[in-house]
């Protein structure tokens, strides 16, 4: 099983600053590496696909870059509806694994 | 637009029965993988199930294996995940989730999901 370790855990930061989440993989996934948001009580939405695609509807502040088993994702100036959780995804091999979340939080 | 409307949870007894069901709209079915996945209360995302756009390949994370099952009505526009022997740690919300557009390897990430639906076990 491929492991995938978020890093930080908490984020906490200001709007209008950089935000960089960290994704590393036991093993290479290729670039086979999905992001998602989720804020308390939704489900999670698709940011990013394949490592550095945005979905449709997503904020070109909003970038994802990386390849084989470190990724990160970028939010280059942060709006208050940013501030949520955050998980990468790996499609490279079964099982399909998550991340364990980064929590971006207002500082 | 793309719709997923998910039902069927609730509270069950340890070593019970349930099946979810997840309605789908606004895509051609037949044509995407579809998949379960969970969270625990307070706890991150953990993938369940995936069937192919058919419905003759199905995968589970092993701690499902042998206790859940996927399928599909193509006809019905739905994916259903029938859940047995039912257990503590399977206390979660539900969600159903589309493939999405990409290419390479056959493996799905999602690009629509459901609202999500509690499934309680507890006695």
């Known amino acids: 099983e491929i492991v995938l370790t978020q890093s930080p855990a908490t984020l906490s930061l200001s709007p209008g600053e950089r935000a960089t989440l960290s994704c590393r993989a036991s093993?290479?996934?290729?670039?086979?590496l999905a992001w998602y948001q989720q804020k308390p009580g939704q489900a999670p939405r698709l940011l990013i696909y394949d490592a550095s695609n945005r979905a449709i509807g997503i904020p070109a502040r909003f970038s994802g870059s990386g390849s084989g088993t470190d990724f990160t994702l970028t939010i280059s100036s942060l709006e208050p509806e940013d501030f949520a959780v955050y998980y990468c995804q790996q499609r490279s091999n079964w099982p399909i694994t998550f991340g364990q979340g980064t929590r971006l939080e207002i500082k | 637009e793309v719709q997923l409307l998910e039902s069927g949870g609730g509270l069950v007894q340890p070593g019970g029965s349930l099946r979810l069901s997840c309605a789908a709209s606004g895509f051609t079915f037949t044509s995407y993988a579809m998949t379960w996945v969970r969270q625990a209360p307070g706890k991150g995302l953990e993938w369940v199930s995936t069937?192919?756009?058919?419905?003759?390949?199905?995968y589970y994370a092993d701690s499902v294996k042998g206790r859940f099952t996927i399928s599909r009505d193509n006809l019905k526009n739905t994916l259903y995940l029938q859940m047995n022997s039912l257990r503590a740690e399977d206390t979660a919300v539900y969600y159903c989730?589309?493939?999405?557009?990409?290419?390479?390897?056959?493996?799905?990430?999602?690009?629509?999901w459901g609202q999500g639906t509690l499934v309680t076990v507890s006695s």
């Open positions: 069937i192919s756009g058919p419905g003759g390949s199905t």
């Open positions: 989730a589309k493939r999405g557009v990409s290419s390479g390897s056959t493996l799905p990430s999602f690009d629509y």
């Open positions: 093993q290479s996934v290729s670039s086979y």
